[in-house]
């Protein structure tokens, strides 16, 4: 059975930092593309930053500068550092993982963390 599940979230002032954890089971980690998702109230669900398995990243204009993606595939955890937050990161923060062959890849994804940024 897959689960990802995510901690990290809380309440954090304008210009704080969170570290957001994604500790993930029942997949093969080190093989996955993995990234973090954030949906704030009333919008769609975004990607913010992805790494590949061979650790290539990948960060949304927004968050670029700011955040650090980052995985550990000995304890198969995904991380997102967030420095210099801002009211505008308030979301729930969500970690996807995409495993498999190409042609048949499957995604998977945590029930998210809440990140709040206060101005």
């Known amino acids: 059975q897959v689960q990802l599940a995510e901690s990290g979230g809380g309440l954090v002032q304008a210009g704080g930092s969170l570290r957001l954890s994604c500790v993930a089971s029942g997949i093969a980690f080190s093989g996955s593309t993995l990234g973090w998702h954030r949906q704030a109230p009333g919008e769609q669900r975004e990607l913010v930053a992805a790494?590949?398995?061979?650790?290539?990243?990948y960060y949304s204009d927004s968050v670029k500068g700011r955040f650090t993606i980052s995985r550990d595939n000995a304890k198969s955890t995904l991380y997102l550092q967030m420095n210099n937050l801002k009211p505008e990161d308030t979301a729930v923060y969500y970690c996807?993982?995409?495993?498999?062959?190409?042609?048949?890849?499957?995604?998977?994804w945590g029930k998210g963390t809440l990140v709040t940024v206060s101005s």
């Open positions: 790494i590949t398995s061979g650790d290539t990243t």
């Open positions: 996807l993982a995409t495993t498999g062959p190409l042609a048949a890849a499957r995604d998977y």
